[in-house]
């Protein structure tokens, strides 16, 4: 492991950076403690290491184009613990998401001047995803297996290649286009697994179905504190950036309440889906 940090931004890094995976978790508890404690600074980029290009990983699991990967199922205990390990690699992929914009935005945070409560919000979601991946990790390993035991796809991180030097976009992508999904579908998971007669699976997702509520509220909600910030209207701004890059509609049906409920009204996200009707 790296040397503690004295600043945000390089804490921020070396999270990304980190292979390890236990340290990776590690480092971003160690982080969040260390900024709730206001013993970090908020440091600047132009003074440090550039941001990693890709995160850092083990050798497995084995990276596949999403094209190339099974559909989930619940059923079976095979089908369940794929199933686990499609989502702990959802929830590795979003730590590092996470702290690459902590890191990134660092950087831009003067010329952007970006308020302490941003960092503040996202400090505490790239804690819980951190969380939410130990505890999968876990679960894999009680069913007697492993996360990297079996393919996973590499789409995810190209949300963050493609959105790195726009902080609208990334807000669009990552927490109100990517998390909101987990909003429509965890409830079906969780109620299939309960079905399954695996109460503590479900019981994991029930903590990240609650937990990505909350990060969807902080991605709207800075969402549109940026939009009021440039002068432009929220929904067609995130309509324009998901088209550009976001590949296809979004797909239904909605969890309509929950996504209103984090501050996601239907007018952002009907007219970008396979009807296209607002109801």
């Known amino acids: 492991m790296r040397g503690t940090p004295d600043t945000l931004y390089d804490a921020a890094r070396y999270i990304v950076a980190e292979a390890d995976l236990t340290q ?3 480092r971003a508890r160690q982080t969040a403690k260390a900024w709730f404690g206001r013993r970090l600074s908020i440091g600047l980029a132009s003074r440090h290491a550039p941001l990693p290009s890709r995160p850092g990983r083990p050798d497995r699991p084995e990276l596949r184009a999403p094209r190339d990967m099974p559909r ?3 059923q ?4 369940r613990f794929a199933l686990l390990h499609a989502l702990a690699h959802i929830e590795l992929n979003a730590v590092d998401m996470t702290w690459d914009l ?3 935005y660092v950087d831009a945070r003067v010329p952007l ?3 302490l409560s941003f960092f503040d919000n996202w400090v505490q979601v ?3 995803e ?3 991946f130990d505890l999968l990790r876990s679960r894999l390993m009680e069913l007697g297996g492993a996360y990297g035991d079996l393919p996973a796809h590499d789409g995810l991180w190209q949300a963050a290649e493609g959105t790195g030097n726009d902080l609208l976009a990334r807000l669009a992508i990552v927490p109100l286009v990517l998390e909101a999904r987990g909003l429509d579908v965890t409830p079906g998971m969780i109620k299939k697994l309960h079905e399954a007669g695996d109460t503590p699976s479900a019981d994991i997702l029930k903590i990240i179905y609650r937990d990505e509520k909350r990060h969807v509220a902080f991605g709207a909600q800075w969402f549109r504190y940026l939009c009021d910030r440039e002068g432009c209207a929220p929904e067609p701004r995130f309509h324009a950036l998901v088209r550009k890059y976001f590949k296809g509609s979004l797909k239904p049906p909605f969890n309509d309440r929950a996504r209103s409920e984090a ?4 007018g952002f996200y009907k007219p970008l889906s396979a009807t296209g009707h607002v109801t």
């Open 24 to 26: 990776k978790t590690q």
């Open 72 to 74: 989930r199922t619940t």
């Open 76 to 79: 079976g205990a095979r089908g």
């Open 102 to 104: 902590v890191a990134r």
């Open 113 to 115: 001047s970006l308020p």
């Open 126 to 128: 790239g804690l819980e």
């Open 130 to 132: 951190a969380k939410h």
């Open 263 to 266: 501050g996601l009204t239907p």
